[in-house]
């Protein structure tokens, strides 16, 4: 009896601390997360100018086909050939281009003066003083 006494003297010091607000506006909290979901889950749900006669066997059969597919592209290795590392010979060397040059640039005889960071010079007649 002393135990039922305890439990209902503990009970009712919890019923205090807890507010009635409180757990309705955790429930309306709920309610609206619970709209949320349903709404999204209608939006992924949306069929977009898919018909609804869709055979599911022609559906599998092309599936089937397409793996099909990729599996004469997967070669010895297990690895799809778009996946594998090129294998084709130096192109450098089949277009047969001149190297690039070496060395310093010819000079040009009229290039204009340049300032101290490398930059033509502005001329004199256009600076304001």
Do not use: F
């Not at 349903?38 to 793996?67: C, F």
């Amino acid at each position: 009896m002393s135990a039922l006494k305890s439990a209902n003297k503990e009970l009712k010091g919890m019923m205090k601390t807890v507010k009635i607000q409180d757990i309705d506006n955790l429930q309306d909290e709920m309610m609206d997360l619970m709209d949320v979901s349903h709404e999204i889950q209608e939006t992924l749900g949306r069929s977009y100018n898919v018909p609804d006669d869709i055979d599911e066997e022609e559906l599998m059969g092309e599936l089937d086909a397409l793996e099909t597919d990729m599996g004469m592209e997967t070669e010895a290795d297990g690895m799809p050939s778009y996946l594998q590392p090129d294998r084709e010979p130096d192109l450098d060397s089949e277009l047969n281009l001149p190297s690039a040059p070496t060395g310093q640039p010819a000079s040009r005889t009229n290039a204009p003066a340049a300032d101290e960071l490398g930059l033509p010079a502005v001329p004199r007649a256009s600076i304001r003083g």
